[in-house]
């Protein structure tokens, strides 16, 4: 699925805004390259030989495994795979009087959907239609985002090397498949433990081999479903939590719920302008209210002023003309009283 | 970039060039040049603690990381006083920008150390584009906001400068920069902590959520807001001849700020709560996991919370800023258990990441490189006051 979205894209940097909603929406389901390949290592049969080690260090040109096969000291410690080491063997279960000890294998699973490939911001990881998941170094800007990524702790990195350092994995021996040889693990395993094959006819072996042995097999494939299927798949006697296996793994691939949330992103960049714009427009809206509003209380104010001053300057004119009358009713008041006044002296003459 | 940290020390300043300042930064950033070329040559195994299971240390989790969210003070206080009209807090804006710049011109200088390849930076870009990735995303957004925080950094050398046309059309971008700054915040903050959803299994179910970009964008407002009151309170006290607003007006900001922190913690305290109620991991907090869960929540966001509460309340500058500096602590803890304390929590070979002392030099000379850029432009251009020329305008 992964592959076909990226495949769509094609590199288009505007897609980013499509990346998390490519498929919602959509009621196609791509269930991955028909006949693509995988291989199932069969942990009931694992005697821990780590010929498999040897091997994929020769076919790799990786330096000679540092602990000698049949070294049993390797097993006291539980190991990962390194930039020189893309495949290791460890023991889980140590033997009983009656059980041999459990051992399994670690490498790339090559996921259906590599989440490597999804979180990887140059494109260079890609699930080819064969079903190795190929890593493309003159892309890799060395992020480590893929290392950081993988459930399965599969890819290690060159850190030793200053200037052109690659991220380290199992190829699923790509070319040597493409040539119709087998992976160079599964060729050199004594037991038969390895099996190489088409996905789809690896499940079908794998149901058989649990109906023909239920006693000695859990009914599981581990990797059939696990975030989406993987290439590589492991059976076991032994529950998978016993094997370093995380059990109870979601369906869903990881690189849907490495992306869900991008499907957000489009929203944002179309939303935010027009809000954010509302917002300032609010902001500025209420400066403006608010400044008219005071323009308006001070014209209030002014008015008010205005009108009592109309008022202050009538009542005194008022006054003054009140004061005026009475000063010439007194005047009158007062000469008509003194010509009164002088009247009665001239009588009395 | 060891040319640019040793020409940064000889800048000639007042005092003569053989102050205690000059002397301590010169000799973290001249160990720094040393040992960034000790990794270009030797490789970073030979200068970190890296590992194939702890891909990411701490210049992801310092300074890419937290670098990130501690620079969200710059997109915080514009969006506030150029967007919502809270005119009160533009004598804060210029520096929280100018932080802002640095602290991301700090995490494009963490990545190009941290990267194997760093000269393939473009490469996103011009050559092979993957858009699934968030760190895709976060990329273009970081690139993009880099150069919108560093034209909004350019109205203080222009006024500077004296270069009056030119400080007018940026004036003139002011709303629009803004606007787009926080577009671009929003998305990569929350895209950051999108990173992790890739990881269900490797981060902790008490710190992996659905939620985590949500998580991540709320928690870096906080530190945004936490960051301004931490840089004033060391800028305001250096830079006390040019502040020329009142004690009680920066006061007042503090006092906003810490009400604005102690709404956001809050939130973030709900939203964090909401994903454990969610997901029902209820159980989980009576593990070691869960005990030290609970000390990052309540110690460094809880604490906090009711600090800035307190202290608003109570008007004490001592709470507020004793609450900003916890909260800077605390994200910078979140940060560093999403990248590598509790990533990896149960990883098969039971390894652990502890950073060594080169990369804690490294990261060191980092900062100081900033608070020597921070300083050297504060005293030259118009960045804790107004240019008499531009004042109250955009």
């Known amino acids: 699925m992964t592959t076909t979205r990226r495949g769509f894209i094609g590199g288009a940097i505007g897609a980013a805004l499509t990346a998390g909603t490519a498929e919602a929406g959509t009621t196609t389901h791509f269930a991955g390259y028909p006949g693509r390949y995988g291989l199932l290592h069969d942990t009931t049969l694992c005697v821990g030989c780590r010929s498999c080690e040897v091997a994929c260090k020769e076919v790799n040109d990786l330096p000679p495994v540092e602990a000698p096969v049949g070294d049993q ?4 410690s539980t190991r990962r795979t390194t930039e020189t080491a893309l495949t290791v063997v460890n023991k889980y279960v140590d033997a009983t009087d009656d059980a041999p000890p459990v051992y ?63 991220v380290m994995r199992c190829t699923m021996c790509y070319d040597r498949i493409k040539e119709g040889k087998l992976p160079g693990c599964a060729e050199a395993c004594p037991m038969g433990a390895i099996t190489f094959g088409e996905r789809e006819e690896l499940i079908k072996i794998a149901r058989e081999r649990i109906r023909k042995n239920p006693e ?134 | ?65 937290s670098g990130v969210a501690l620079a969200a003070g710059g997109f915080v206080t514009s969006s506030a006083v150029y967007l919502f009209g809270m005119k009160e807090y533009k004598p804060v804006v210029r520096a929280a920008l100018l932080t802002g710049f640095l602290g991301y011109f700090l995490v494009v200088l963490g990545l190009l150390a941290d990267l194997g390849r760093p000269w393939r930076l473009p490469y996103p870009f011009i050559k092979s584009p993957g858009p699934t990735s968030p760190l895709f995303e976060v990329s273009l957004c970081v690139a993009l906001y880099l150069t919108v925080l560093f034209i909004e950094s350019t109205p203080a050398a222009l006024e500077w400068l004296g270069l009056k046309k030119a400080r007018k059309v940026v004036g003139s971008m002011t709303i629009a920069l803004t606007i787009f700054g926080l577009i671009l915040s929003t998305m990569h903050q929350s895209t950051l902590g999108a990173m992790l959803m890739v990881a269900p299994t490797r981060l902790h179910p008490l710190w992996y959520s659905a939620h985590i970009p949500v998580h991540f964008f709320v928690s870096a407002v906080a530190a945004g807001l936490a960051m301004v009151i931490v840089e004033g309170m060391i800028s305001h006290r250096a830079y006390h001849h040019q502040v020329q607003i009142t004690e009680d007006h920066f006061h007042r900001i503090n006092f906003g700020l810490a009400k604005a922190a102690a709404v956001t913690l809050a939130v973030y305290t709900s939203i964090k709560v909401i994903a454990l109620a969610i997901e029902d991991e209820w159980h989980l907090l009576a593990t070691g996991w869960g005990a030290y869960w609970l000390v990052e929540i309540l110690g460094f966001v809880v604490l906090p919370c009711v600090l800035f509460a307190i202290g608003y309340r109570e008007r004490k500058l001592v709470l507020v800023r004793v609450a900003a500096v916890i909260t800077v602590i605390g994200i910078m803890l979140n940060r560093f258990n999403v990248v590598f304390i509790v990533f990896n929590w149960n990883n098969p070979t039971g390894e652990i990441y502890v950073p060594n002392w080169m990369e804690i030099w490294i990261t060191v000379a980092f900062i100081t490189f900033a608070v020597v850029a921070f300083k050297l432009i504060a005293d030259r251009m118009p960045i804790m006051y107004e240019h008499p020329d531009w004042k109250g305008t955009h």
Not at chain 1, 109 to 135: D, I, Q, R, S, W
Not at chain 1, 265 to 291: D, Q
Not at chain 2, 35 to 47: D, K
């Open chain 1, 73 to 76: 000291a390797v097993f006291d």
């Open chain 1, 104 to 166: 399994r294998k670690l490498q790339c699973m090559h996921c259906n959907e590599p989440c490597c490939a999804t979180v990887c911001l140059v494109h260079a990881f890609e699930k080819t239609p064969e079903g190795p998941v190929l890593y493309h170094p003159e892309l890799c800007m060395g992020c480590r985002y893929c290392i950081t990524a993988c459930p399965y702790y599969a890819l290690a990195y060159e850190f030793d090397d200053p200037l052109t350092p690659k």
């Open chain 1, 216 to 349: 000695r097999y859990i009914d599981h494939i581990f990797g059939e479903h696990e975030f989406g299927g993987t290439s590589w798949m492991v059976l076991a006697g032994h529950s998978f939590g016993e094997l370093g296996l995380d059990e109870g793994m979601t369906h869903e691939p990881l690189p849907a719920i490495a992306t869900s949330y991008l499907g957000v992103v489009p929203l944002v960049v179309t939303i935010y302008p027009g809000l954010l714009m509302g917002m300032y427009a609010f902001s500025k809206r209420h400066e403006a209210v608010a400044k008219a509003e005071r323009e308006e209380a001070v014209a209030d104010a002014i008015a008010a002023t205005e009108e009592e001053g109309k008022k202050k300057l009538e009542a005194a004119a008022d006054r003054a003309k009140k004061d005026k009358e009475r000063s010439i009713n007194m005047a009158v008041k007062k000469a008509l009283a003194e010509a009164k006044k002088e009247a009665e002296k001239g009588g009395d003459e």
């Open chain 2, 1 to 65: 970039m060891s040319d640019v940290t040793v020409d940064a020390v000889h800048e000639p300043t007042k005092g003569g060039w053989f102050t205690p300042f000059n002397i301590i930064t010169g000799i973290i950033l001249i160990g720094g040049a040393v040992l960034l070329a000790i990794r270009f040559t030797q490789g970073l195994a030979a200068t970190t603690n890296l590992s194939h299971t702890y891909p990411w240390g701490l210049w992801i989790g310092f300074d890419v990381m």
